[in-house]
């Protein structure tokens, strides 16, 4: 492992993914969309573990958009069950992996059984020290700005809002900007995402489907991020 890190050379700290292409990944073998998000789950398995191991410090992952709520019920409704499923299987692994899961996005939407097993799993790895895992549930970057705002007015109305209090009341507030954004499935775009935070992000799209993203492809980002010249306006 020390290995493979040193051809890393410069690692980020903070990575951001869109999942993306659960879908598509299903239509092609002539299965149920949600199909593709279960087989996703390995992924996100797969991309947590090498964060872990690494020593990647915060690894957040867009599950769900504000947008999303537009799907057929029963495909939203599926990915509850298996987010459900999945978070409860998955915790003696973040135990022991000590990786500190995290949720940001409106969460009160969202069903009282997710909501219940989130707050467990939260609870549990709370003192965990190593990477954390932040799921991003309904979630937009339009929202989270928005947020900011409001909770920043009624804290201090008469405050004018400034760049740094509306990063305070984000939702992201005490996790650093993402070094890096992978989007999977070859679509190449923000789809509202952490707007505010990937001001200076660097971004890497693969064609690769979500459920076939695996730790090559995700070594492959961090390589690829590592030869990547960050300027921030200057020269
Ligand atoms: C990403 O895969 C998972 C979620 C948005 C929940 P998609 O479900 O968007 O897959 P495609 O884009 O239709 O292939
Ligand atoms: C973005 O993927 C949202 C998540 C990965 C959770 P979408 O599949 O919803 O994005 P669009 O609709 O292609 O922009
Ligand atoms: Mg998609």
Known sequence: ??????????????????????????????????????????SVRASTELAAE??????????????????????????????????????????KNNIRLRVFGDLEGMSENLQKQIYE????????????????LNYSGKWDIVQACNRFKNEH????????????????AD???????IRTS??????NYML???????FYFTPVLWPDFRKPDFRKALEVYSQRERRYGKV
């Open 54 to 95: 690494l020593g990647i410090k915060y690894l957040s992952l867009f599950a769900f958009s504000t947008e999303n709520w537009g799907r057929p019920k029963e495909e939203i409704e599926g990915l509850w069950g298996l987010m459900i499923k999945a978070i409860g299987d998955e915790t003696p692994t973040l135990m």
């Open 196 to 202: 505010w935070q990937t001001a200076y992000t660097e």
């Open 186 to 191: 070859g679509e190449e775009r923000i789809s």
């Open 121 to 136: 799993c939260i609870e549990r790895t709370s003192h965990n020290t190593g990477t954390q895992l932040i799921v991003m």
């Open 175 to 181: 996790v650093p900007d993402p070094d890096l954004m």
């Open 157 to 172: 109305p008469d405050e004018p809002i400034t760049e740094e209090s509306v990063a305070r009341y984000l939702s992201t």
């Open 1 to 42: 492992m020390e290995q493979n890190r040193e051809s890393i050379l410069k690692l980020p700290t903070h990575v951001t993914i869109i999942m993306d292409g659960n879908g598509r990944w299903a239509k092609k073998r002539g299965l149920e969309r949600l199909n593709g998000h279960q087989a996703g789950i390995e």
